[in-house]
């Protein structure tokens, strides 16, 4: 990989996380690189680390040690507001537990992020329905999160998390909350909408059933990766 | 933003209307417990306030309230009228005297005596008769409230309603024979007790027999007159107590504020309405915080500034009360409405409205306060935890 290919860069990451007297090693070391328009999948056993990795790769959660740079930006040196401004434009999220706000539609959910970034809300939720038709829910974009499926409200997240065209999506557990085939059209959607020549995507799972989705898969524990393999290669 | 955060308040009717309600509850006890209290206090003065025309009270120097009457010697409204700048100078009487019904019971009843030639000091609306008739022998005006409520004679049927008094209806003040020829409509008083207008001359007939008997002289001052400066040259020139009519409410109003427990019986119940209100409503609306964490949590990880979850806090806060605070207002007004024909001492200055508004924003900014502590100490990572 050449720097001008890579996305991710991770060099001896070091998360520790101190409760009291007792402090948990979650990142011990950790190097890797995640190439642009890969599709890398962090899986492992739990509490190894994988969650921690993301949030400090998506630039929620200082490392206590280590450099991690995304697209060549350090964001551990970025000024608060200037990291959030980053965050805003470039990263795109999608959660276990979808987290659409409850009050809002799905256009309004998927318009969110066009909003943070300033974009007016007339204007983001046509665009927001746009997306919305791409994944399949071009009846429902006045829908309330209650009135979908497990299925749609993670399309739905998907959506959110492609509107303001970010060049990173991190995905955490995606499918554990949908039922195989659900899973399989949520992959399949991140696969064919939202992964590109310039976008990678970084999804954590234990869901091995969707481990073909995966150009690589890095495999960890313990706050190390002890793994990082083709896809194929990992069964 | 602002849109989603209003949408994320009223997302959840029922915590929605519970924190609102919170508040209506806080601002009606700040409003109306306060009113009230207003209400009694306004009472203690009330008959200043009524007697309209005169600019200056004159009365014993050791006079300490419109009630504790001190009697002065009938020369004195002479020394009164002689002073520069008096325009003119009236007696009054006030008095409490015994009223014996048909019924033979008895009834304490607040007696006027008004000067005989200019009457001066009369009930402010007359509602049937004409004041002008307290110049025919034994009459007398007594207000609407008395005549309704405690001057009423029986029907004679065991379960019927008592009958009001009316005009040409006699009763016995002091073994004296005294004739309504008028009902007034008057500010009811703190004792409320029934309030008899009469003539000066008539009303010291009905007294008990004292070497003083005036009450008070009532002063106007001539046109262009600075009031404090005449009450002053009266009090240099007669040693007796002179005070403009606003002077005269404040002593009285101070009399029972220092002398009475009702100011700290109604700052308890006030205290303990906003307590109770700022804990319904703050914990309401900071659990409605906590619950949504996960959503600013959300919005925080995509981006969000502390300063744009801050003022997405604030006016959720600023809603939930401004509807809370006017609907409390709103059941205050209401309820002195619905009252104002009662016994039932109601009075709702707008002084009040900026209390409660205080009151009920003091409640929001601490709820918004503890709300956005916790919303800016929040680690966006908690989106990841399942």
Not at chain 1, 94 to 99: G, I, K, L, R, S
Not at chain 1, 198 to 225: N, P, S, Y
Not at chain 2, 198 to 213: D, G, I, N, Q, V
Request: hydrophobic share 45%.
């Amino acid at each position: 990989m050449n720097a001008s290919t890579i996305a991710v860069h991770c060099e001896n990451l070091v998360k520790v996380y101190a409760t009291g007297d007792q402090k948990v090693t979650a990142l011990n070391g950790i190097n890797l690189d995640i190439a642009l328009g890969e599709l890398m999948m962090l899986v492992g056993p739990s509490g190894c680390g994988k969650t921690t990795l993301i949030s400090v790769i998506a630039g929620i959660l200082d490392q206590d040690e280590g450099t991690c740079e995304l697209f060549g930006h350090n964001l551990l040196t970025m000024r608060s507001s200037e990291k959030l401004k980053f965050r805003a434009q470039n990263i795109g999220f999608v959660f276990q537990a979808f987290n659409l706000l409850p009050a809002l539609n799905a256009a309004e959910n998927v318009s969110v992020p066009l909003i943070i970034n300033g974009v007016k809300r007339q204007e983001a939720e046509r665009k927001a329905v746009t997306l919305l038709e791409q994944v399949g829910l071009g009846a429902r974009t006045k829908s309330l999160p209650s009135e979908l499926s497990g299925g749609q409200q993670q399309r739905v997240a998907i959506a959110r998390a492609l509107v303001h065209n970010p060049r990173l999506i991190v995905c955490d557990e995606p499918t554990s909350a949908l039922d195989h085939e659900s899973g399989r059209k949520v992959m399949t959607l991140l696969k064919e909408v939202a992964l590109h020549k310039d976008r990678t995507l970084v999804i954590v799972t234990h869901d091995a059933r969707i481990f073909e989705f995966a150009d690589r898969i890095a495999k960890m524990d313990d706050g190390h990766i002890i793994n990082v393999s083709a896809s194929t290669q990992l069964n | 933003m602002n849109r989603i955060a209003l949408k994320m308040l009223m997302g959840d009717r029922g915590k929605y209307f519970g924190i609102v309600m919170g508040l209506t509850f806080a601002s009606l006890i700040m409003t109306q417990q306060p009113a009230i209290f207003v209400g009694l206090m306004t009472r203690t003065f009330s008959f200043i306030s009524d007697v309209g025309l005169p600019d200056i009270w004159v009365m014993d120097a050791k006079v300490q309230f419109v009630d504790d009457i001190k009697p002065l010697q009938d020369t004195e409204l002479y020394r009164v009228r002689g002073i520069s700048g008096v325009e003119w100078a009236m007696p009054l009487y006030k008095g409490l005297l015994k009223a014996r019904l048909t019924d033979g019971t008895f009834q304490t009843c607040n007696v006027v005596g008004l000067d005989d030639t200019t009457l001066i000091g009369g009930p402010p609306l007359m509602l049937a008769g004409r004041l002008e008739d307290l110049r025919r022998s034994d009459s007398i005006i007594v207000d609407i409230d008395g005549i309704k409520e405690k001057l009423t004679k029986p029907s004679g049927t065991a379960k019927g309603k008592s009958i009001q008094l009316k005009i040409g209806d006699s009763l016995e003040l002091n073994d004296h024979r005294a004739i309504i020829v008028g009902i007034a409509k008057v500010t009811r008083t703190f004792q409320s007790q029934p309030v008899v207008y009469t003539t000066y001359s008539r009303a010291k007939s009905y007294a008990p027999k004292e070497r003083k008997l005036l009450s008070f002289v009532l002063v106007k001052a001539k046109s262009g007159q600075n009031l404090t400066e005449l009450a002053k040259r009266i009090r240099d020139s007669t040693g007796l107590a002179a005070y403009t009519s606003d002077e005269f409410k404040e002593l009285t109003y101070q009399y029972f504020i220092k002398n009475t427990g009702i100011p700290i019986n109604f700052g308890i119940s006030v205290l303990l309405g906003f307590i109770v209100g700022a804990a319904i409503a703050g914990q309401t609306f900071y659990n409605f915080t906590l619950e949504n964490l996960r959503q600013f949590g959300v919005l925080k990880a995509m981006g969000t500034s502390n300063w744009t979850l801050l003022r997405m806090i604030l006016l959720q806060a600023i809603l939930v009360g401004t509807i809370g605070y006017g609907l409390g207002v709103g059941l205050t007004a209401l309820f002195g409405y619905s009252m104002r024909n009662t016994i039932l001492a109601f009075r709702f200055p707008w002084q009040l409205l900026i209390f409660s508004g205080a009151g009920v924003s003091v409640i929001c900014v601490f709820a918004a306060l503890l709300s956005i502590v916790k919303v800016i100490r929040l680690e966006p990572a908690i989106v990841f935890k399942g």
